[in-house]
């Protein structure tokens, strides 16, 4: 069993470690290459230099203990959306009757019930995104590499997400690496933020997120550790954005 | 939903007149084509070599109600299906195994680009030799002459698939030979459903030339006997005849794919 704790070494420049159960977050300007470190991390891409480790263990290619939600959804098109959601536990080996209720669970934590029949051409891209989310929560991976995974989605449905996913993380002890571009997003979301160089981009900097998470999400944002993790986030991404305007 | 398929017809006809219209206009050339025939026959050309439409029209009756089509009909449906069935199941493979294996695709690329251009049906006399008159040679050439359009739409599609689809399902447990069975097949079943769309009348034509020569049944043998027999109405009965069965297959084709591949 993974336990979770995700290495990635001198790749260019050392990116960082994800501990074991951790929801660490990453942003960068477009283009930086956050995209091309999940696919790393994933074992879809080798790395031409320096390595990949999941529990201190260099990876072998891609595994079922990590699970990619694409950011352009990715899903089979002659697949229904519980076809969809059901391919990595028939992949298992996971006895029907088993598979439809897991399916059913994520399909309904994602609000798509009365969907299960359609195809993914029939969806909305934000109905998508859910689906992706459904599928690749439905095999539970121990690491969850999310990739933009809210951006297409509108603010009630992507905060309401956005608990699902703590509560996913906080009862299932996953380690999340999750990629945004939204900066108050990634702070209340997690408990470190990556931040990175614009291309080919590098580590700029790994910011701490120490938020009294008792509280619900209003208390959270109004509070002052939010707003100052917030701001100091924005300030070193917006630096790498006018260093890059101003290198061109 | 995003994508309902809402109707937007810039077409002047109101509803009510458009599905006949339709259905004029699809049929007109025919009936040109048709007219043209009658006016020529007799006229412009001898009515013993270019018999009229009726005078054909009476001959494939006779055909059919003397049940003289029927044995023909059927061989040449049988091989048919055996040719283009074993050219699509021969052909994704080999158009899969190109796009997703470089030493397969080295090894056969070449080999195609110079067989593109041979017509099958140059073949037949070379089918008579290695296997003589009858059901393997004009079988073979069927196969020959169908499985140039499957490979390729099949090979096209399947070097076009979606990385991140592939990614999804090694992600989700695949191996590497599954993905090809489990993503890339049905990623490429669009394209092999064109392939297949296109090798149909390909099939029939194939299959016409090589029975010509190479068979003593089917329709093929029967527009040549009858034709060396000099009865030109029924030659032209069985050509008619041939023609509509090749359109009615294209039709039941494609009514079918509509029916069985829900998601395009
Ligand atoms: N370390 C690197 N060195 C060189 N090229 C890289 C590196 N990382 C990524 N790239 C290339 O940069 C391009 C953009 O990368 P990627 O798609 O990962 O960006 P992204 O940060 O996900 O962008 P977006 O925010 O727009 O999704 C790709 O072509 C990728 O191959
Ligand atoms: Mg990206």
Redesign the interface.
């Known amino acids: 069993m993974t336990d979770g704790r995700v290495t990635v070494s001198n790749l260019k420049k050392v990116y960082g470690e994800a501990d074991e159960g951790e929801f660490l977050s990453v942003v960068g300007p477009s283009g930086c290459g956050k995209s091309t470190l999940l696919?790393l991390i994933?074992?879809?891409l080798d790395p031409t230099s320096g390595t990949v480790a999941v529990d201190g263990e260099p990876i072998d290619?891609?595994?079922?203990d990590?699970?990619?939600v694409?950011q352009?959804y990715?899903?089979?098109?002659?697949?229904t959306v519980e076809g969809n959601t059901t391919?990595?536990l028939e992949?298992?080996g996971v006895p029907e009757s088993e598979r439809e209720a897991i399916a059913e669970r994520y399909i309904e934590m994602m609000d798509l019930d009365g969907f299960e029949e359609?195809?993914?051409?029939?969806?909305?891209?934000g109905?998508r995104q859910r689906v992706s989310l459904a599928?690749t929560l439905a095999?539970d991976?121990a690491i969850l590499l999310m990739d933009e995974p809210f951006g297409a989605l509108d603010r009630p449905l992507r905060e309401s997400l956005q608990d699902h996913l703590l509560d996913i993380w906080r009862d299932l002890e996953k380690t999340v690496v999750f990629i945004t571009h939204d900066v108050e997003e990634a702070v209340y979301l997690s408990e470190r933020v990556l931040i990175m160089t614009r291309h080919p981009g590098t580590k700029k900097a790994m910011t701490e997120v120490d938020l009294d998470r008792s509280k619900g999400r209003e208390a959270i944002v109004t509070s002052d550790a939010f707003t100052r993790t917030k701001n100091a986030v924005w300030r070193s991404l917006r630096e790498e954005t006018e260093t890059g305007t101003e290198a061109r | 939903m995003a994508n309902a398929d809402v109707p937007l017809s810039t077409d002047p006809l109101p509803g009510v007149l458009r599905a006949p219209a339709a259905i004029v206009v699809q049929w007109l050339p025919l009936g040109v084509v048709t007219a043209l025939w009658e006016l020529a026959s007799g006229r412009v050309v001898d009515r013993a070599v270019l018999p009229s439409p009726v005078t054909v029209a009476g001959a494939i009756g006779d055909l059919i109600a003397t049940g003289e089509v029927v044995p023909h009909l059927t061989v040449s449906l049988i091989r048919v299906a055996i040719g283009l069935g074993s050219s699509v199941a021969v052909g994704v493979a080999l158009g899969v195994g190109m796009a997703r294996s470089k030493p397969v695709e080295d090894f056969f690329d070449a080999f195609l680009t110079m067989t593109y251009p041979v017509p099958k049906t140059a073949l037949v006399p070379l089918a008579i030799l290695g296997l003589g008159v009858g059901t393997e040679a004009t079988v073979s050439i069927v196969f020959l002459a169908c499985l140039l359009p499957v490979v390729l739409n099949a090979y096209n599609a399947a070097g076009d698939v979606d990385r991140n689809l592939v990614w999804s399902a090694r992600m989700m447990g695949t191996g590497e030979r599954r993905v090809l069975w489990k993503v890339v097949v049905p990623a490429t079943v669009p394209e092999i459903v064109t392939g297949i769309r296109q090798a149909i009348p390909i099939a029939f034509v194939a299959l016409v030339s090589a029975e010509l020569v190479a068979s003593n049944r089917g329709i093929g043998h029967l527009i040549l006997s009858a034709g060396q027999l000099g009865n030109y109405p029924r030659m032209f009965a069985a050509i008619v005849v041939i023609s509509a069965v090749a359109y009615v297959a294209v039709r039941w084709f494609e009514l079918l794919c509509d029916r069985v591949i829900a998601w395009t």
């Open positions: 696919y994933a074992g879809f290619g891609p595994g079922t990590r699970g990619v694409f352009d990715a899903l089979f098109p002659w697949r391919y990595g992949e298992a359609k195809y993914p051409e029939e969806l909305s891209g109905m599928r095999y991976p």
